[in-house]
């Protein structure tokens, strides 16, 4: 006996069939841009040539025009690369262990959190660039042969290892995301109007042919990269951590940071896909394919996470009164009371207390509600890292050297050029490329309950006409 539970909603409302489904991706790709797309492309445009002066004057300066003082060495630099990075996990956490999992509600979306790593990994690498002061010579962090005499790579350092850790990760998800765009970009290739649209879809589509040899080879190579990509979820931002754990500094110098990284990087990386997935689904008219069940699991994988960090905050705090070491203990009080007790506060108030209102269904379920939550999420995930970074710097063991760090607009617009690249780069993926994923699905596409009476009733007189026709199975439809 087959029994399906009707608890649970469909993964795609609406009604909807294959033609459908090509029909509502494709329309804003094959569309001419909307007035509220060219109003967010001006202003992201807008915000980007800002930031590009001051990333240009900071560069033709040197660093000395950032609000870095002798004690402080790193703050808003270090803090805004980590939080880019934690941002670029949820896209491979969704594509590659979900995939593996064979959770479903995943295909609606994939594209976008895959898409929305790419371009969160570039903004992270492009603090590296800021942080060197002479970008020209990025090139001398890879172990490459020169004549430069014992100049070599410190195989030692976490910074070696961030090298290598960051540049596979983008690789892979590059590779992983593009790997997801062929049958897609093949589909708007066979429907392109114009020669040139049909060239730039079919040069990028690789002769796809949809025979069931392509779609095999598709599948296998899906599955060997989402082996590959499983543990650079962990891995990655693991070795971001050990730029503080493997310190000596009190506040860095502690076990925990690698499991609690990455904890708050699925965190962080969730809430912004459900920003940019919460007004894609508007603008674009996806509602019956991003729906409220996609919406509240993502919620359930915010509260989960965030009760992994709170949970991590506590145990730092214990580590360090348990530990006997006073200067330790002081490095965490001082967090908590000390001159930066504010962004501690705001801290635990945006990643520990405001992820737990998802408890309640209603506001799970709320839509106003899980946007506000989740910038609130990212910017508790920003404090975060500046509270790590700049709380255990500014007071050391010498007394005389306490100082404070306040940000220059240098600082602030380095910070402003990466969101403009950001939405730069995401806007003019949703504009010319399909954000879900049609192939996937279409795969988990199931006809809904108001189709079935119909098939139905076809299948009784096609059997009352005496044509043989095949018993119909309602299980299986």
């Known amino acids: 006996m087959h029994v399906t539970s009707p608890v649970r909603e469909p993964l795609i409302q609406g009604g909807k069939t294959y033609a459908d489904v090509t029909e509502d991706i494709c329309r804003h790709v094959e569309g001419?841009?909307?007035?509220?797309?060219?109003?967010?492309?001006?202003?992201?445009?807008?915000?980007?040539?800002?930031?590009?002066?001051?990333?240009?004057?900071?560069?033709?300066?040197?660093?000395?025009?950032?609000?870095?003082?002798?004690?402080?060495?790193?703050?808003?630099?270090?803090?805004?690369?980590?939080?880019?990075?934690?941002?670029?996990?949820?896209?491979?956490?969704?594509s590659a262990i979900l995939l593996l999992f064979r959770q479903k509600w995943r295909t609606s979306i994939n594209r976008a959190a895959e898409a929305m790593t790419i371009f969160a990994v570039l903004c992270a690498a492009s603090f590296i660039l800021m942080h060197m002061g002479r970008p020209w010579l990025a090139y001398w962090a890879l172990p490459l042969p020169n004549a430069f005499g014992s100049l070599w790579v410190n195989f030692n350092s976490p910074l070696v290892?961030?090298?290598?850790?960051?540049?596979?990760?983008?690789?892979?998800?590059?590779?992983?995301?593009?790997?997801?765009?062929?049958?897609?970009?093949?589909?708007?290739?066979?429907?392109?109007?114009?020669?040139?649209?049909?060239?730039?879809?079919?040069?990028?589509?690789?002769?796809?042919?949809?025979?069931?040899?392509?779609?095999?080879?598709?599948?296998?190579?899906?599955l060997i990269l989402a082996g590959l990509s499983t543990p650079l979820v962990l891995?990655?931002?693991?070795?971001?951590?050990?730029?503080?754990?493997?310190?000596?500094?009190?506040?860095?110098?502690?076990?925990?940071?690698?499991?609690?990284?990455?904890?708050?990087?699925?965190?962080?990386?969730?809430?912004?896909?459900?920003?940019?997935?919460?007004?894609?689904?508007?603008?674009?008219?996806?509602?019956?394919?991003?729906?409220?069940?996609?919406?509240?699991?993502?919620?359930?994988?915010?509260?989960?996470?965030?009760?992994?960090?709170?949970?991590?905050?506590i145990?730092?705090?214990?580590?360090?009164?348990?530990?006997?070491?006073?200067?330790?203990?002081?490095?965490?009080?001082?967090?908590?009371?000390?001159?930066?007790?504010?962004?501690?506060?705001?801290?635990?108030?945006?990643?520990?207390?405001s992820p737990q209102l998802f408890w309640s269904r209603t506001l799970r379920r709320s839509i106003t509600f899980t946007f506000f939550i989740s910038v609130v999420v990212n910017i508790g995930m920003w404090f975060e890292r500046f509270v790590i970074i700049v709380t255990s710097l500014h007071r050391d063991y010498i007394p005389s050297s306490w100082t404070m760090f306040s940000p220059t607009r240098y600082d602030i617009g380095d910070y402003i050029f990466s969101f403009g690249l950001f939405f730069t780069l995401f806007l003019l993926f949703s504009k010319y490329l399909p954000v879900i994923n049609m192939a996937e699905v279409k795969a988990v596409l199931r006809s809904t309950s108001a189709q079935l009476p119909g098939k139905i009733a076809g299948v009784a007189k096609v059997r009352q006409r005496g044509t043989a026709e095949p018993a119909y199975n309602k299980d299986k439809e």
């Open 161 to 222: 290892w961030d090298v290598f850790a960051i540049s596979t990760y983008f690789s892979v998800s590059l590779v992983f995301w593009y790997i997801g765009l062929i049958p897609d970009l093949a589909t708007i290739r066979d429907r392109a109007t114009s020669k040139v649209s049909r060239f730039m879809y079919g040069t990028f589509a690789m002769g796809w042919d949809g025979s069931a040899k392509t779609w095999a080879r598709y599948e296998y190579i899906s």
């Open 315 to 353: 145990t730092e705090f214990f580590i360090a009164w348990y530990g006997g070491v006073e200067y330790e203990y002081y490095a965490f009080f001082n967090r908590m009371t000390g001159p930066y007790w504010w962004a501690y506060w705001a801290m635990m108030t945006c990643n520990v207390i």
């Open 32 to 94: 001419a841009p909307t007035k509220e797309w060219k109003i967010a492309f001006g202003i992201s445009l807008i915000v980007l040539a800002y930031g590009t002066v001051c990333l240009a004057w900071t560069w033709w300066e040197g660093l000395g025009v950032w609000g870095l003082n002798k004690t402080v060495g790193w703050a808003w630099d270090i803090t805004n690369f980590v939080w880019w990075v934690g941002i670029g996990h949820a896209g491979t956490l969704i």
């Open 235 to 313: 891995s990655v931002h693991t070795i971001v951590s050990m730029d503080f754990a493997t310190s000596v500094i009190p506040g860095w110098h502690t076990t925990i940071f690698p499991p609690y990284f990455v904890a708050g990087a699925i965190f962080s990386g969730f809430a912004m896909v459900q920003n940019l997935m919460l007004i894609t689904r508007v603008v674009y008219r996806l509602e019956d394919y991003i729906t409220l069940e996609h919406i509240e699991t993502m919620n359930k994988v915010i509260t989960l996470t965030g009760s992994v960090v709170g949970v991590a905050y």
